[in-house]
């Protein structure tokens, strides 16, 4: 008798533990290198954190404005103490510190945003930006009197350089005469130096402000003068609606879903993951109502050709600033050519340092 009570007592705490495991929710992490309020790339990447939180059985938090180094790492270990199945590291200086923290946490999954590292539980992802970039830069090009063109950039990474090259290419596209000038501001997200930097290419005689930074600083500083706006990360048409002409994005919802799924289901390998137009990752926002229809029309052409493969941003012949053959006639570069790109084109006035 005390055998088989002892029996149905071990049967329903195993039931009732099975029970409780299977509905404890699933613990997403992300750590973003600015505030979600900036309205660019923290932004960007909170908006698909909203939309797996929505999903059943995950729960997910964040830390914002995390400096890239020592600080991410602790804020990682932190996270993977907490017995989080999925953390999303979202900046590039996050690489190393997440690598270590994955090597210690072998049973975590790992993700590094625009990175090239992985390890047996650690992938890397980002999405072909530069495609969006070029379809900005026709509009720019087609828009621009002065025919010089301003970029507020944050740090010469290849990542940056690559969206600076197809923004110049797009704009050539459509006005060979098209000049690109870039300042380094060396950082991702300081309001206040992203508009000095923006209000020294219009001393120079910039029309169109464009910009790889993470506030509308830049763009408020083109309405200032009266001038036109290329925004990055998000729609921030409102910041500046009298200047805006377009904006690539970011859409992360549908990647952070398929991610959380592949953790779920067990089918999540560590590779590396670049989508682009074709998978709606990287986009660009309606164009204002001073870009004139056919320039319109013109644009979301050429998105429909890159998106379905018809065409490519980087197809040869392709010079460097000295006029160095960089991309043979008629060949498109491939990813690592891409990935590892630390030059200028033809056309783009500034430094690589």
Same mark, same amino acid.
């Given at each position: 008798m005390r055998r088989a009570m002892f029996f149905w007592v071990f049967i329903c705490v195993f039931a009732w533990g099975v029970a409780s495991a299977a509905d404890t929710p699933m613990k997403v992490g992300f750590v973003y290198v600015s505030p979600i309020g900036d309205a660019g790339w923290s932004y960007a990447h909170d908006?698909?954190?909203?939309? %797996?939180? /929505?999903? =059943?059985?995950?729960?997910?938090?964040?830390?914002?404005?995390?400096?890239?180094?020592?600080?991410?790492?602790?804020? !990682?270990?932190?996270?993977?103490?907490?017995?989080?199945?999925l953390i999303f590291a979202t900046s590039y200086g996050y690489m190393d510190p997440m690598l270590k923290v994955a090597k210690q946490f072998p049973d975590i999954v790992f993700m590094h945003c625009s990175g090239f590292k992985t390890a047996k539980n650690m992938g890397n992802y980002?999405?072909?930006? @530069?495609?969006?970039?070029?379809?900005?830069? !026709?509009?720019?090009?087609?828009?621009?009197? &002065?025919?010089?063109?301003?970029?507020?950039? /944050?740090?010469?990474?290849?990542? +940056? %350089?690559?969206?600076?090259?197809?923004?110049?290419?797009?704009?050539? &596209? +459509?006005? &060979?005469?098209?000049?690109?000038?870039?300042?380094?501001?060396?950082?991702?997200? $300081?309001?206040?130096?992203?508009?000095?930097?923006?209000?020294?290419?219009?001393?120079?005689?910039? =029309?169109?402000? /464009?910009?790889?930074q993470d506030s509308p600083a830049p763009q408020e500083a083109a309405q200032e003068k009266g001038v036109y706006s290329v925004g990055y990360n998000s729609d921030m048409s409102k910041f500046a609606p009298k200047s805006h002409l377009c904006a690539p994005i970011w859409n992360w919802s549908s990647f952070y879903k398929e991610m959380v799924e592949k953790v779920q289901?067990?089918?999540? *390998?560590?590779? &590396? @993951?670049?989508?682009?137009?074709?998978?709606?990752?990287? $986009? %660009?926002?309606?164009?204002?109502? !001073?870009?004139?229809?056919?320039?319109?029309?013109?644009?979301?052409?050429? *998105? $429909?050709?890159? /998106?379905?493969?018809?065409?490519?941003?980087? +197809?040869?012949? %392709?010079? =460097?600033?000295?006029?160095?053959?960089?991309?043979?006639? =008629?060949t498109p570069a491939d990813d690592q050519e891409l990935l590892g790109m630390t030059w200028f084109v033809e056309g783009v006035v500034g430094t690589t340092q």
């Open positions: 908006q698909g954190r909203l939309n %797996i939180e /929505a999903m =059943d059985g995950v729960t997910t938090s964040f830390v914002e404005a995390v400096p890239e180094g020592p600080d991410s790492e602790r804020v !990682m270990l932190n996270m993977a103490r907490k017995n989080y199945s980002f999405g072909r930006m @530069y495609q969006a970039r070029y379809l900005s830069g !026709m509009v720019a090009g087609a828009m621009t009197k &002065s025919k010089i063109l301003g970029y507020v950039a /944050a740090f010469p990474i290849p990542e +940056v %350089i690559r969206g600076i090259n197809a923004f110049a290419l797009g704009a050539q &596209s +459509v006005n &060979s005469d098209v000049k690109v000038r870039v300042v380094w501001t060396k950082t991702w997200y $300081d309001p206040a130096t992203e508009k000095e930097a923006a209000k020294s290419l219009l001393d120079v005689g910039a =029309d169109v402000i /464009a910009q790889h289901n067990g089918t999540w *390998k560590n590779k &590396s @993951y670049w989508y682009g137009l074709e998978h709606g990752i990287v $986009d %660009i926002t309606p164009m204002g109502s !001073m870009v004139p229809k056919a320039v319109q029309k013109r644009v979301l052409a050429k *998105k $429909d050709e890159i /998106a379905s493969g018809k065409a490519k941003v980087f +197809v040869g012949p %392709i010079k =460097d600033q000295s006029g160095k053959l960089r991309i043979a006639k =008629d």
